[in-house]
């Protein structure tokens, strides 16, 4: 199975600014997600990134807030544009070797 | 759409005890379905899974079926251990894929000696 890192674990960052979660995956891998954690809450599916193209966008979630590349088989990045209070959350990449989907340890993400 | 419905944690059980975490689920079609484990402090894992009506995913003593009927896929385990102390996560996915997961809110699982 696929083995995934994320950077940073956690951070605690300042309303208006901005965070790149970094994810890396051991295996060359043609999708790849990002899901977000709210606290108490499950996980929902932010976007697809796609190598060589843009992301696609669940319902609710926009390229301006939540832009992503994804340059590689093995890496994507997740940018939390001009934070809030509200996205303080887990932030959760996964690949998908099917049949199974394989998360990575999650961004700890705490805005003031 | 598809959604998944869990019961509410927390569930406070002593070693040895009986689980069962209920699971139902809605969706259109004949989605695969998933029981994802969050250990403390770390990633979410891939517990089980069943990809059509009646076929039974198991894994580290944990069981679940997969009942079209009353379109639910309950977890249990027969004995559980303070090791099994995490959160569990109902998941389905659109048949045939494990891409574009939908979540349940998860139950938290306390397992007490």
């Known amino acids: 199975s696929a083995v995934i890192s994320q950077k940073p674990s956690r951070d605690i960052c300042q309303r208006g600014t901005s965070l790149t979660i970094q994810c890396q995956v051991d295996?060359?891998?043609?999708?790849m997600f990002w899901y977000r954690q709210q606290p108490g809450q499950s996980l929902t599916l932010i976007a697809t990134?796609?190598?060589?193209?843009?992301?696609?966008?669940e319902s609710g979630f926009v390229i301006d807030k939540f832009p992503i590349s994804r340059p590689n088989l093995t890496f994507s990045t997740l940018t939390v544009s001009n934070m809030s209070p509200e996205d303080s959350s887990i932030y959760l990449c996964?690949?998908?070797?099917?049949?199974?989907?394989?998360f990575g340890p999650g961004t700890r993400l705490t805005v003031l | 759409g598809n959604s998944v419905t869990q019961m509410e944690g927390p569930v406070t059980l002593s070693e040895e005890a009986f689980l069962t975490i209920n699971c139902t689920y809605t969706?259109?079609?004949?989605?695969?379905l998933f029981w994802y484990v969050q250990y403390p402090g770390e990633g979410l894992q891939l517990l089980l899974k069943?990809?059509?009506?009646?076929d039974k995913g198991s894994n580290k003593g944990f069981e679940a079926t997969y009942r079209k009927e009353t379109t639910s896929f309950h977890l249990e385990k027969g004995s559980v251990q303070v090791s099994d102390s995490a959160v569990y996560f109902c998941?389905?996915?659109?048949?045939?894929?494990?891409?574009?997961?939908?979540f349940g809110t998860g139950t938290r699982l306390q397992v007490t000696l």
């Open positions: 969706a259109t079609g004949y989605p695969s």
């Open positions: 295996s060359q891998v043609t999708m």
């Open positions: 998941a389905l996915s659109e048949a045939g894929t494990a891409s574009k997961l939908t």
């Open positions: 990134a796609n190598q060589g193209s843009e992301a696609t966008y």
């Open positions: 069943a990809t059509k009506a009646d």
């Open positions: 996964s690949v998908l070797e099917a049949p199974e989907q394989f």
